[in-house]
């Protein structure tokens, strides 16, 4: 059975969340879970007969599987019996959810972005650098590579950023400290150092400034940052 939002993901025809599933020989509980339609990375905890159990164990006759979606928030970094915990909160974001990155960018995570980088390349970072996936494609999210990722739900960005930052427990940095554009952590720069490329305004009116120390982007507490805060305020988000 498939318990609370996991129903809603079903492909298969169910009766409010109950499938039934013939029990093939080599079949393994997330072969039969990911068959149905929801990837094993919306699935937090996992019953056979009332007992806890992996996505390794064998689907056997007669059984009751019991599935749960997460609930929130929840910390990643935890070792649970479904997977590993990661060594710090990480995420990477494919193309179908693109502006999400720089909204968790905006809040001060990090965020890579796969913009197009193949699934199995996608499969293999995330492995690689321990990130959490965060996507709308089920495929993409179905690889066993993948052992912590998010099936996004909301369609706006602004939406999605709320929803990630519900499930995963995030709050807004007090400021920028990541590079919006390319995810490096800013580091602070001397106004001198930078004068020549400042706008005659932005000269006169702002003497605090970051730098990106990867792609050079300079960044000061300006009207977009006002904008930007208003958004994290109407989001719940804002520290400030």
Not at 22 to 48: I, N, Y
Not at 132 to 152: E, P
């Amino acid at each position: 059975m498939f318990h609370g939002e996991l129903a809603a993901i079903l492909r298969t025809p169910h009766q409010r969340g109950v499938v039934e599933v013939e029990a093939a020989r080599s079949a393994s509980l997330k072969d039969a879970l990911e068959a149905s339609g929801p990837p094993h990375t919306e699935v937090h905890d996992l019953l056979v007969d009332g007992r806890e159990a992996d996505f390794n164990t064998p689907l056997r006759p007669a059984t009751r599987v019991d599935l749960f979606p997460p609930f929130p928030p929840i910390n990643p970094t935890v070792d649970t019996r479904l997977r590993p915990g990661l060594p710090r909160v990480a995420f990477l974001v494919d193309k179908n959810v693109g502006k999400l990155a720089t909204l968790l960018r905006l809040i001060g995570h990090d965020a890579a972005y796969a913009e197009e980088t193949p699934d199995p390349e996608i499969a293999a970072w995330a492995e690689t650098e321990q990130r959490i996936v965060l996507s709308k494609d089920h495929r993409l999210l179905k690889r066993a590579r993948i052992h912590h990722g998010r099936l996004v739900r909301a369609v706006q960005p602004a939406d999605q950023l709320k929803e990630i930052a519900a499930l995963y427990g995030l709050s807004a940095a007090p400021a920028f400290t990541r590079c919006l554009k390319c995810n490096t952590p800013l580091q602070p720069v001397d106004k001198q150092d930078i004068l020549h490329r400042l706008e005659p305004k932005t000269k006169r009116y702002f003497h605090s400034f970051h730098i990106c120390p990867e792609c050079n982007q300079i960044y000061w507490p300006g009207s977009h940052t006002k904008r930007m805060r208003e958004l994290l305020e109407e989001l719940g988000l804002d520290e400030e």
